[in-house]
């Protein structure tokens, strides 16, 4: 499949997937999807909300490390906890990763290394980054997620249903509702019913929540304790 680097409209970059017509990231922003999908709607309402001690996230499309940096971005600041575990299928090519603008644009020189570890670890294996940040990335498709009961958030980055909609079934969404603690909590990017409707299917709560720039809404779906 033909790819190549673009520049979304705040500036940063992200990867074009041509054939497709899809991208690993919104073309209106791929930080500001970021910040606003899986940093504030998903790890800041976290924190705030259950305030767990450690923060276990799942992250469905580790793709660029682009969610995965600015976590850790975050927690750094926060002196959060993360246990950060990234799954992804096709890992992007290093030579690609280099042409991304993402330390720039975060103005986070300081944290190249990290970026550039988070990258070059090997898969499978527990990295500890900082005393508060573990990364472990996975390399396997999303059906094979078996995890029971480990996480507070997970971040649903996959490609969109119009081009891979066996992502976001029922089944799919019952590993991920299965894989949560109680009250844990899966923020997305999509807001289509028939997602919505898959998530509540399994028992998730599900919210309606304004969406990123270029978007209207977006989906954050809570495994509530009914104990």
Do not use: C
Not at 6 to 11: H, L, M, Y
Not at 70 to 77: G, H, P, Q
Not at 120 to 128: G, L, N, Q, R
Not at 198 to 204: D, H, K, P, T, Y
């Amino acid at each position: 499949m033909k790819r190549k680097i673009i520049t979304t409209r705040d500036g940063s970059t992200t990867i074009h997937l041509e054939d497709w017509n899809e991208q690993y990231h919104s073309t209106h922003g791929a930080i500001q999807e970021a910040e606003h999908v899986f940093i504030k709607t998903g790890l800041q309402h976290t924190k705030n909300t259950f305030n767990p001690e450690q923060i276990h996230i799942l992250e469905i499309g580790f793709g660029t490390g682009l969610n995965a940096f600015m976590t850790f971005l975050e927690a750094k600041k926060h002196q959060f906890f993360i246990n950060y575990i990234g799954v992804e299928a096709y890992p992007v090519a290093s030579a690609e990763i280099s042409q991304l603008n993402y330390i720039s644009e975060l103005k986070a020189e300081d944290e190249t290394d990290i970026f550039n570890t988070m990258h070059a670890s090997d898969w499978e294996i527990k990295t500890t980054l900082t005393e508060n940040f573990q990364l472990t990335k996975r390399q396997q498709f999303f059906d094979q997620i078996n995890d029971q009961e480990i996480y507070n958030l997970i971040y649903f980055d996959a490609f969109g249903a119009r081009v891979q909609p066996e992502l976001w079934t029922v089944d799919i969404f019952q590993k991920m509702y299965n894989a949560l603690q109680d009250n844990g909590v899966l923020v997305t990017y999509a807001a289509k019913g028939s997602v919505r409707r898959a998530m509540q299917e399994v028992g998730f709560t599900v919210e309606r929540l304004p969406g990123p720039p270029g978007k209207r809404e977006m989906l954050r779906a809570t495994k509530i304790n009914t104990i």
